[in-house]
């Protein structure tokens, strides 16, 4: 069964700093997901990870992919207030023929001024 | 509007009533899930539906039930309502690649 989990959980920073966000999952999983949650919304889909390597890039996030260490980080460069959200990976677990997600716990970040 | 929609997006409720939520979208999509978010847990799943024969238990389906009554629509049901079933509660879709599209949420509060 995967299991995928998320440090740190909690992430105070300045603006204009830099940091990663990890993503550990148990098992062979085909595919990780990244979404942003803000307060009270719904969740948004931000990276779709396909393969090993894979590195997808939307203005100051950047996400990767290692299948062999089981990771996937969300890095963060120059922080602003507006990246303020919760972060959340998701790996894909196949069963039954059908794909579905299974998510961490997520990461609550802060971007102080 | 949105692609995915939830109703009610709020409610309150008692211990012991059944109460549905309602999700339908318009995103064309075969595949539907209901999740659960509480604080500090992540998202859990409820129940999924990959079509509209096809129904299957996620990892907290105890208490809960579903229904799919078309292609657009997945219902969720709490038949005896209990207090620690106050979440915010999430519907999705998804194509073949997995991807979800997330509906606005519905809070439930059970007193």
């Known amino acids: 069964e995967l299991k995928v989990e998320q440090n740190p959980l909690f992430l105070s920073m300045q603006e204009g700093k830099n940091y990663t966000i990890y993503c550990n999952y148990s098992?062979?999983?085909?595919?990780l997901y990244w979404y942003r949650q803000d307060p009270g919304k719904s969740l948004e889909s931000l990276f779709v990870?396909?393969?090993?390597?894979a590195v997808k890039q939307e203005g100051r996030l950047m996400a990767s992919l290692d299948t062999k260490a089981r990771l996937s980080t969300l890095h963060i460069t120059a922080a602003v207030h507006d990246l303020s959200a919760t972060y959340f990976c998701?790996?894909?677990?196949?069963?039954?023929?059908?794909?579905?997600?299974?998510f961490g716990k997520g990461t609550k970040l802060t971007v102080n001024p | 509007d949105a692609d995915v929609t939830q109703t009610p997006r709020n409610r309150i409720t008692k211990t012991g009533k059944r109460i549905m939520l309602e999700c339908s979208q318009t995103?064309?999509?075969?595949?539907m899930y209901w999740y659960r978010q509480d604080p500090g847990l992540g998202l859990r799943l409820i129940y999924y539906?990959?079509?509209?024969?096809?129904?299957n238990k996620g990892e907290i389906s105890d208490g809960y039930s579903v229904s799919r009554q078309a292609q657009a629509k997945f219902s969720l049901s709490l038949e005896s309502a209990i207090p620690n079933q106050t979440a915010l509660y999430f519907c999705?879709?998804?194509?073949?690649?997995?991807?979800?599209?997330f509906g606005e949420g519905s809070r439930l509060t059970v007193l």
């Open positions: 995103k064309g999509h075969d595949r």
């Open positions: 999705a879709t998804s194509s073949s690649d997995g991807e979800l599209f």
């Open positions: 539906s990959f079509d509209v024969k096809d129904i």
């Open positions: 098992t062979t999983s085909d595919r």
């Open positions: 998701a790996g894909g677990q196949v069963q039954g023929g059908s794909e579905k997600l299974v």
């Open positions: 990870l396909l393969s090993n390597g």
